[in-house]
């Protein structure tokens, strides 16, 4: 074989394969090519979602960020004060209430949301008579609107005509001062937050569990492994990943909650469950003072932000170590 030849099939590899005919038309004709028309198409589908997010999204959070420095009550002129509404943050006692009462909530209600989701995806994965009912009903809260969710919440708990204090009184027994006592108000907001997200953790769980294969419980079993063996050294590990993605989204939700606790006690008595959210719609709806509602929501955000950002550093560290 001659150099020259050595050479154009040295030179022919560098180049890799030869573009199709259909490309070298594109090219010579000025049209897209197909891989052009593919990347348009993707851009085309993700256009009207794009749109929509910088509108609801990216445009009010940089609104928000902006009057934060700001004083201004929604109408007429504002003026620039700079950090002002950030250092009240640090001299209010109500925002501390409600920052201490929105990490109490979200320390309660995410462990226990993600024990009961997985003990009832467990359940409901087995052979269980009537599961897809169970199901359903299980799931059902989140389906419904928070608002209707809260309302059934006052059907059961309130104080007066509530059908938890009925049954009470019906036993003999006392009825609980849901609303008029800070800590039964503040249970009564955790059982219904509960109720509405076990079905989510259970839906999501349950979907990481029919993704384990039958034959490592089979093989665990053949090992003399208990049934609290296999749940602990099989499906939690296994399940880490849904995990993960459930923590992020609990304490999201857990942060951001309003509906249920506005319906319900106010954020009462005495500010008791007074949340992050519920303080900062009370000062820009109620009190109109918008700019110091936005640096609340500012708060909020950047601590979801970081606490996600950790949350996922932390995985992809043991990822990597595992």
């Not at 940089?62 to 004083?71: H, N, R, V």
């Not at 299980?138 to 006052?154: D, E, H, N, R």
Request: a neutral charge.
């Amino acid at each position: 074989m001659s150099a020259d030849t050595s050479a154009r099939e040295e030179s022919t590899d560098c180049t890799g394969p030869p573009p199709s005919p259909a490309d070298t038309y594109a090219v010579r004709s000025g049209k897209p090519s197909h891989r052009q028309l593919a990347t348009l198409t993707s851009y085309g589908f993700l256009g009207p979602n794009l749109i929509l997010l910088g509108i609801f999204l990216f445009l009010p959070l940089g609104w928000a960020f902006l009057i934060s420095f700001q004083e201004s009550n929604g109408f007429g002129a504002s003026g620039w004060v700079g950090l002002e509404n950030y250092q009240r943050l640090a001299t209010d006692p109500t925002f501390w209430q409600s920052a201490l009462n929105t990490a109490v909530f979200t320390l309660i209600t995410v462990p226990l949301s993600l024990a009961l989701g997985l003990g009832l995806a467990v359940l409901m994965n087995s052979v269980l008579p009537g599961r897809k009912l169970f199901r359903t009903l299980i799931y059902l809260p989140m389906v419904i609107s928070g608002v209707a969710t809260a309302l059934m919440g006052v059907l059961l708990f309130d104080e007066a005509t509530g059908i938890v204090n009925k049954l009470l009184r019906e036993g003999g027994l006392g009825g609980i001062p849901w609303q008029s006592q800070g800590s039964a108000a503040f249970a009564s907001i955790v059982l219904v937050t509960l109720w509405i997200r076990v079905g989510f953790n259970m839906v999501i769980y349950l979907a990481g569990l029919q993704g384990i294969s039958p034959e490592l419980y089979e093989a665990a079993r053949l090992e003399g492994a208990s049934s609290w063996q296999q749940f602990r050294y099989l499906t939690v590990p296994l399940v880490g990943p849904s995990t993960f993605f459930l923590l992020i989204m609990d304490v999201i939700y857990s942060f951001q909650v309003f509906d249920t606790i506005f319906v319900m006690t106010g954020g009462g008595p005495g500010r008791s469950t007074s949340v992050l959210v519920t303080y900062a719609y009370e000062n820009g709806f109620v009190t109109r003072d918008q700019s110091y509602a936005a640096a609340i929501g500012i708060v909020i955000f950047l601590l979801t932000l970081i606490f996600t950002a950790i949350q996922w550093r932390g995985n992809r560290s043991r990822d990597t170590a595992g």
